[in-house]
């Protein structure tokens, strides 16, 4: 049985799970779902009624990005985790920060108010700034190769760039390596092919659905 990453289009942790099975080459369908009306095949077979989750065969399923996308690593090569055991711990450590960075990012997108609003976008760039202080010379991560780090942080910079289109966001613009870093991604045709060619269209439009103010106030 080919492997089913059952999806939801605007989710940057399936993302995550699709740039690692493009990289890799691997066959896989996706399978899109309605977060809003969850079937109750997904609800059966997701613990925690989350995307991604990876169907393995009929009867096993694996969730959680990071835990995919370690097991695709571990089974298919190449490996984009570092031999190093500290190198590969530090890289997991990088990967939770970009987990806390995206729910920065959503709360950003989302918030109501200016309260919510000025908090998160002071949260979400705290934690870029700290990214950028420690990032090397590139292009990527661990400079010349591509790591699930860049996996997973993709989809984190993919929206980044979209939100800054749809309104400037200083303190983006003035981060230099992440955005040099941004642009080696984007022209991966792993990252670029992991999302739909209406993606900026389709996240403009959920943003606006919620009536959030990162949009009224642009
Ligand atoms: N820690 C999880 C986060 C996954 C997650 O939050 N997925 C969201 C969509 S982006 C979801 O399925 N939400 C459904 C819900 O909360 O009801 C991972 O890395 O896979």
Request: charged letters at 20%.
């Amino acid at each position: 049985m080919a492997l089913e990453l059952i999806s939801f289009p605007l989710c940057p942790y399936v993302q995550r799970s699709i740039i690692t099975l493009l990289h890799k080459q691997v066959g896989f369908t996706l399978t899109h779902i309605d977060l809003a009306h969850k079937p109750e095949w997904f609800l059966a077979l997701s613990p925690m009624g989350k995307v991604p989750c990876l169907k393995i065969d009929e009867h096993t399923v694996l969730f959680e990005s990071q835990v995919i996308n370690e097991y695709l690593d571990e089974t298919i090569a190449p490996a984009l985790h570092p031999a190093d055991p500290l190198k590969r711990a530090q890289h997991r450590a990088w990967i939770a920060f970009g987990s806390e960075i995206l729910n920065d990012q959503f709360q950003m997108m989302i918030a109501q108010g200016e309260e919510r609003f000025a908090a998160s976008s002071r949260q979400l760039f705290d934690k870029l700034e700290r990214l950028d202080k420690i990032m090397g010379d590139g292009p990527f991560f661990a400079n010349e190769y591509f790591s699930l780090v860049d996996a997973a942080l993709a989809p984190l910079f993919m929206r980044m760039e979209i939100l800054h289109a749809l309104r400037p966001l200083p303190r983006w613009e003035s981060l230099g390596k992440l955005r040099r870093w941004t642009a080696s991604l984007m022209e991966l045709p792993e990252v670029a092919g992991s999302v739909t060619a209406d993606f900026p269209d389709c996240l403009r439009n959920y943003i606006s659905e919620k009536g959030s103010l990162f949009l009224r106030s642009a």
